[in-house]
């Protein structure tokens, strides 16, 4: 066995393995294992309408986001520099 | 049952919903329910405080904003019970305009909503909460619970990792082992260095960090702790190891770098979570208390006015089952008044015209109106909470005795490192050497076992009390505990039961039980609880008329019998001639106008008291209790236990004696379960509450018994002297290894395998000896 094929082991069994500690870790930090009924509830409550809504919360934001970014800009236009 | 087309309705309440739902095409909720049957809607859910939800305060209080001008807000949700509430609810929020975001946390209730303020108002979205049956409390997220919940995480990801990075480096470091007996090529030994080095530096940089930082910050309050010497440790040996893997002479020791850390971290971390939740108090306190009293204006119409806009002077209703939140004074009806939260008296007391009611105490049974003489801010409730605040702020600290001497062995270590290391360049001339030599002295001190002695006594100390249902809220309160040596005691509710009990039963003539039975099982008075506990009827029959006379006795017919039942002196204005001389409160029943039975009660010791004293004082502390009871009844209990006592005092008065102790240099335990007793548990060294007392008395104590039982007091205290002692000796076991093995490090006999093979002989020894906290305790 070649110096070679043992570097190349190691690192791809070290980075497939930080991989899936990164993947725990994005969990971990978006508190997606805070709430450990959820996490079934979200497989067992999806379909076509949740989507729409998660869609529909989506726009409203963006909208919303719009608007008050705009109210800025017009606060700025009426208050002299 | 109401018909509507097709479906059938418990209520209004709930046709309403049903409609609502439909309305919004939401009705998939109802299958979504499954097997789960849903309760009415409440009728609390009015509008009539929704206007709290905008105002300033509550804006200021509670509500973030957020940089991008929208607000939020965490609110506590009522009556969520199943996974399609939390999605209804999600639902209803995400439909109204306005609200960007809703989640819903199920296991805790807790809601995150984030809303534009210029498209809607909070109270608006607390109204649909509502609409569907359910309500919210807002609660304030940045309570240290929540901060420790934040602080748990972190040290789980770091945690994490350096688990991660240990476990492969293990791996290669056996490949390294194997080599270094086998022989093996420079060039894989490179490549082995390589993944080791890889694998070590963000255990040490991220999951170090935190030794870092505490070391950081001894030094700077001119101290030297244990995080100094595994900081300092570890990377003296991971410079070190970069340095031999670049040169390629000599091993690398990124394994050792990797295990201090990754141990001693899960150590802290199993510290951190048993660590007690301190809580917002006042909150806790005041957040079982009504927000809203109900005034009474000069036409004699009640309004909910909030506590804070109380004037004097005002007259307050009372309902039966109330609590009194304003001190005030009686200007109409008369009733019994549960004052045991602050006084810890177990019998109700009874208040008419003209007498004072105290706020935290209870109306149980009749409709009371008072006229206000403080305001909320100075009545006695707040003023407790106020001062429990300041009490916690400013409890003793008893420096623990593990870190005191790692540190000063933390100093001890390295200056004897730099020390070889300055001698053996002196003699030998050579720095590699030297650098080998006081590098071997560092790791074969590593702190592990001296790291680990502390941690793991207090970790089987903690395991193993709470098996017994003793509930340890932080580590280090074993050897605060351990070091006590006087034990403050309430008498209610912890020498006591907290309710009355026959302790005696005279009869004068016979009588069928179930008549009496019959009588006590309507009244909610703790007397006759107690009654209908001895009788034990089951069914009794139910009486055809039934008048309770306050703080006196019953009269009611039952079967065609009259009976008359409660105080001597109650029988005699009924012209029954009785007569009593003693120290127990009677219950005296008089069937058809005969005198038949005569109970005798008593607030009874708990099980085991006296034995459990006798054995607290064995271990060497002295015992006091301290009660708002009278100094009667508490001179009996004393006397009995054969114990000092002091009598009558008030909550401050309480803690004050506490103070007292302290100023005479003693460390104290308290044990207490009322809100009478908070201040005093706050102020004492450790404080232990019964597990069933009140919520405050809970979130103050360091200690919860969940056993009602006076025995476990001494249980927790012997285990916590067993722990302290078993600590002192692994302290010790790790010294003695210390001291075999560092000269021969500092004389250079030791090599790598030796170092690591002896270090975790000594983790070993130290896990062994705590072990055997287990096995000393029957």
């Known amino acids: ?79 002299p520099d | 049952m109401i018909r509507d087309g097709e479906h059938h309705f418990c209520c209004k309440g709930c046709q309403q919903v049903f409609h609502l739902l439909h309305d919004q095409g939401l009705t998939s909720f109802y299958e979504k329910l499954g097997d789960q049957t849903l309760h009415p809607p409440s009728d609390s859910a009015s509008g009539e405080d929704l206007e709290h939800f905008d105002s300033e305060g509550f804006l200021r209080r509670y509500v973030r904003k957020r940089p991008d001008g929208l607000l939020e ?28 975001e809703a989640t819903i946390n199920y296991s805790t209730n807790k809601a995150k909503v984030v809303w534009d303020p210029h498209s809607i108002k909070l109270s608006r979205i607390v109204e649909a909460i509502r609409s569907i049956g359910y309500d919210a409390h807002a609660y304030d997220p940045s309570l240290q619970e929540e901060r420790a919940l934040q602080a748990r995480r972190d040290y789980y990801a770091r945690i994490l990792v350096a688990v991660f990075a240990t476990m492969n480096i293990m791996w290669i470091a056996i490949a390294q082992y194997v ?36 070391a950081y910050y001894g030094l700077k309050n001119r101290f030297v702790n244990m995080d100094l010497l595994i900081a300092t440790g570890a990377t003296i040996v991971y410079l070190y190891s970069i340095w031999a893997m670049v040169t390629n002479k000599g091993e690398v020791y990124f394994d050792s770098v990797t295990m201090i850390i990754t141990f001693v971290l899960v150590g802290k971390y199993l510290e951190v979570l048993s660590k007690k939740q301190a ?3 006042i909150d806790r306190l005041l957040g079982s208390y009504p927000t809203q009293v109900r005034v009474i204006d000069t036409q004699g119409q009640g309004r909910l006015v909030p506590v804070e806009q109380v004037e004097v002077g005002k007259i307050v209703e009372l309902k039966p089952g109330e609590k009194v939140v304003i001190d005030g004074r009686i200007v109409e009806g008369a009733g019994s008044f549960d004052e045991s939260s602050l006084t810890g008296e177990a019998l109700p007391v009874y208040k008419e015209v003209g007498d004072e009611v105290v706020s935290g105490s209870i109306c149980l049974d009749s409709l009371v109106r008072y006229r206000v003489e403080r305001p909320f801010r100075e009545s006695m409730m707040s ?171 019953i009269e009611a017919v039952v079967n065609g019998h009259q009976i008359v039942a409660g105080s001597v002196a109650f029988l005699q204005e009924r012209g029954i001639s009785i007569e009593y001389r003693g120290e127990h409160t009677v219950f005296a029943v008089a069937i058809d106008g005969r005198l038949v039975a005569l109970f005798e009660l008593d607030d009874p010791l708990r099980e085991g008291a006296g034995e459990a004293i006798v054995k607290i004082k064995e271990l060497g502390l002295a015992v006091v209790m301290l009660t708002g009871d009278s100094p009667q009844v508490a001179r009996r209990i004393a006397s009995i236990l054969g114990i000092e006592y002091r009598a009558g005092l ?49 979130s103050v104590s360091d200690v919860i018994l969940l056993e009602e039982r006076p025995m476990k007091l001494y249980e927790a205290i012997r285990l916590s002297q067993r722990v302290y002692r078993i600590i002192k000796e692994n302290l010790a076991l790790s010294l003695i290894y210390n001291t075999i093995a560092l000269p021969l490090a500092i004389l250079g006999y030791v090599n790598p395998l030796v170092a690591a093979l002896a270090m975790s002989l000594s983790s070993l020894a130290v896990v062994g000896n705590s072990m055997r906290i287990k096995g000393g305790l029957k």
């Open chain 2, 179 to 214: 080599g270094l007996f086998t022989g093996m090529k420079p060039e894989y030994k490179q490549i082995l260095n390589v993944a080791e080095f890889v694998l070590a530096t963000p255990t040490l940089f991220y999951s170090g960090w935190i030794f870092f930082k505490g």
């Open chain 2, 73 to 100: 807000v965490s609110l506590i949700l009522e009556g969520i019970h199943c996974a399609a509430c939390v999605w209804l609810n999600e639902k209803v929020l995400h439909r109204l305009p306005g609200v960007v």
């Open chain 2, 279 to 281: 809580v917002d108090t």
């Open chain 2, 650 to 698: 008030l909550p401050q008065e309480k803690a004050a004696f506490i103070d007292d102790l302290h100023a005479k240099g003693h460390i104290v335990i308290m044990a207490g379960d009322g809100i009478n007793d908070s201040l005093a548990l706050a102020r004492s060294d450790i404080a232990i509450a019964m597990g069933s007392g009140a919520d405050i008395a809970l």
């Open chain 2, 383 to 553: 003023q407790i909470a106020r001062l429990l605040e300041e009490s916690l702020n400013k409890r003793p600290k008893i420096e623990a005795l593990a870190n005191e001497l790692s540190g000063f062995f933390s100093l001890i270590i390295l200056t004897i490192a730099l020390l070889t290391f300055g001698g053996w360049y002196y003699v030998t001339g050579s720095l590699e050497e030297a650098l080998v030599v006081a590098v071997s002295v560092v790791v074969i001190a590593c702190p592990c076992a001296l790291g680990l002695a502390t941690p793991m006594a207090t970790l089987v100390g903690i395991g193993e009390a709470a098996k017994r249902g003793i509930l340890f809220k932080e580590a280090a309160y074993l050897e605060t505990m351990a070091k006590a040596d006087t034990l403050v005691l309430d008498k209610t509710g912890t020498l006591t039961r907290g309710e009355p009990a026959v302790v005696a039963e005279e009869r004068f003539a016979p009588f069928d039980p179930a008549l009496i039975a019959a009588v006590v099982t309507r009244s909610n008075h703790p007397i006759s609880r107690g009654i209908a506990a001895y009788l034990r009827v089951k069914n009794p029959p139910v009486p055809s008329h039934f008048v309770e006379i306050k703080a006196k006795g």
């Open chain 1, 1 to 79: 066995m070649s110096t070679n094929v043992l570097a190349v082991m190691i690192a791809i069994s070290t980075f497939l393995g930080a991989l899936g500690l990164a993947a725990l870790l994005w969990g971990l930090r978006t508190g997606q294992f805070d709430d450990t009924a959820k996490f079934l509830d979200g497989a067992r409550f999806d379909g076509e309408e949740e989507l729409r809504d998660a869609v529909m919360m989506e726009q409203k934001r963006k909208e919303i986001l719009e608007k008050s970014l705009e109210k800025r800009r017009e606060d700025k236009r009426v208050m």
